[in-house]
């Protein structure tokens, strides 16, 4: 009876069929199956049920990319507390649960010999790749082409062309933050944002650029760089304030510049959304829920970046490798903040 009752099949089943069977995402099918705790039973449950039902093993994907291999992988990162590389690593280690990887886990801590370090004892465990993830978008230093073993780097491209690099796409967000802002009805937009030794605050700023050129607009001012706080987007807004008093709009570079932005505009008397809209970046929902109003912001969809170079690591070692830098698109997550003008 159990036999008439299971659809059909050519191949043979994939995680993927029973998380869509089961009406859950891939990372909690992959959960549920490998007994994590943050699976609640009824979902464990029908998890189970559907991979019984499509007759799923596990480890098959593994033991046919990894067959004669260690079955470990070692994601070396230099940022273990940042919270940007700890979305990407929960990422990664959603698809190497997957297939029932071994993850040996380090931090350099942003120290180039503590890096060399951990890669040396990564590979006397025989890891079967690496992946190298940054705290910023900036590139950073190859390990080097003569690594027995492939690597992929994630959020940190690296500096030679011929690694594969997973990134966001940066300039790419910055167009898709002003198109939102232009749906809203916003013609006076201004740019206040961090660091300008930062590769994402001038790919970003590059980004709004030309989605305003696009719409025959140009910026307010200048982008206002200075630094990843809320103390700067005050500052930055009062001085904008000044000189730009029609301004209808404001994107932010970062999340924590938006709630400074947002503190200011309220003590010169300025209305969030109605007089002036206001975007963050990032999407860190510590500060986006709890701002008033609630604040849209862009999501990098960091965890994406970790399952891509996952994936990518995986493709690499069953013997295709890829070179060069792909980017991932991120997206606006709306709130509050940003209304049409009526």
Not at 14 to 39: E, F, M, P, W, Y
Not at 113 to 132: M, N, P
Not at 208 to 213: E, H, K, Q, S, Y
């Amino acid at each position: 009876m159990a036999e008439a009752t299971r659809p059909a099949r050519s191949q043979p089943a994939t995680l993927s069929d029973v998380a869509r069977l089961a009406g859950v995402s891939i990372a909690t099918a992959s959960k549920a199956l490998n007994g994590r705790s943050q699976v609640r039973a009824e979902t464990r449950q029908r998890v189970i049920e559907a991979a019984e039902r499509l007759a799923f093993r596990p480890n098959q994907v593994a033991q046919s990319l990894l067959a004669g291999r260690t079955g470990t992988v070692g994601p070396l990162t230099s940022d273990l507390e940042g919270r940007f590389s700890i979305p990407i690593l929960m990422g990664a280690e959603d698809a190497f649960g997957a297939g029932e990887v071994a993850v040996f886990l380090c931090d350099a801590r942003g120290d180039a010999i503590r890096e060399q370090h951990h890669v040396r004892a990564l590979l006397g465990r025989r890891v079967d790749g690496l992946i190298v993830v940054g705290s910023r978008t900036d590139p950073r230093p190859s390990l080097g082409r003569e690594l027995p073993v492939p690597v992929v780097y994630a959020y940190a491209p690296s500096e030679d062309p011929e690694d594969l690099s997973i990134v966001p796409d940066s300039v790419g967000a910055g167009r898709l933050a002003v198109d939102h802002l232009l749906a809203c009805g916003r013609t006076r937009i201004a740019h206040i944002t961090g660091d300008p030794g930062y590769a994402a605050a001038q790919e970003r700023a590059e980004g709004a650029r030309a989605a305003l050129a696009g719409a025959g607009l140009t910026l307010v001012g200048e982008p206002g760089f200075g630094a990843w706080s809320e103390g700067w987007g005050r500052a930055a807004t009062a001085m904008l304030l000044d000189r730009h008093p029609d301004v209808d709009a404001v994107l932010c570079g970062s999340d924590q510049i938006a709630r400074g932005v947002m503190d200011m505009l309220r003590e010169r008397g300025r209305r969030v959304p109605e007089d002036v809209a206001v975007m963050g970046f990032d999407n860190w929902r510590v500060l986006t829920s709890a701002s008033r109003p609630p604040l849209t912001s862009v999501d990098m969809n960091l965890e994406q970046v970790g399952r891509a170079a996952a994936h990518a690591l995986f493709t690499a070692i069953a013997g295709t490798r890829r070179s060069g830098v792909e980017t991932l698109p991120c997206r606006v997550v709306i709130r509050g903040s940003t209304v049409p003008l009526t």
